[in-house]
Each structure stands twice: as structure tokens, then as C-alpha cells.
């Protein structure tokens, strides 16, 4: 078992600016000894011949594929629109010149 002490529990809490008591910062520190521990055991594991997954699951693109469709008409799309100049939408700057 990997032994943690209090000190790496008291340094993640103050980066994450959490306040634990002396026991909470015990069990923490126990719990991240455990963690440790399983995370060597699973580094004895000889995965060479394991091939790396993307996902656990068998996923596929389930988008439509890109295709030309007509679309609206750019008046009918323009005369909808508050302002528009030179055949385009024109709306307000957002950002600073």
C-alpha cells in the first residue's frame, strides 16, 4: 500500500481553496494511498498486445453527410434582417478598433 501523507492533501486543498479538518485531511490522504496503490497494480498489467481503443464503445459518426441543398433566398433572407449593405447582413461590431 502506498503511503500518502497530509502534506499533498494540503496542497491540493489550497489550490482548490477547500478547508478540511485534521480527520477529513486523514481519510483523504488514506483514500489517495489506495488510489496509488490500484494504479501501480494496474501498471503490472501486460497490455502489449492490446490494441488502443478511442472509445469503449463501438461508435460511429451518426451526422448526415454534407450535401448542397437549396436554401433560402438571399432577398427573402434580407428583407428580414434589421440592416443589411452590398447584399450581406449588417449588424454591430463586436469588437473594440
Given amino acids: 500500500m502506498t503511503k500518502v501523507t ?3 492533501v494540503d496542497h491540493i486543498a489550497d489550490l482548490a481553496s ?3 479538518s485534521e480527520q477529513e485531511k ?3 490522504a488514506e483514500h489517495m494511498g489506495d488510489f496509488l496503490t490500484y494504479a501501480e497494480l494496474i501498471n503490472e498489467l501486460n497490455i502489449e498486445d492490446v490494441e488502443p ?3 469503449v464503445m463501438n461508435v460511429r459518426n451518426v451526422l448526415r453527410d454534407d450535401e448542397v441543398r437549396p436554401s433560402m433566398k438571399r432577398e427573402d433572407v434580407l428583407k428580414n434582417a434589421p ?3 452590398d447584399g450581406q447582413l449588417k449588424i454591430p461590431s463586436v469588437l473594440d478598433q
Fill in 18 to 20: 477547500l478547508r478540511f
Fill in 83 to 85: 440592416a443589411s449593405k
Fill in 26 to 28: 486523514e481519510t483523504l
Fill in 53 to 55: 481503443t478511442v472509445h
Fill in 6 to 8: 497530509k502534506e499533498p
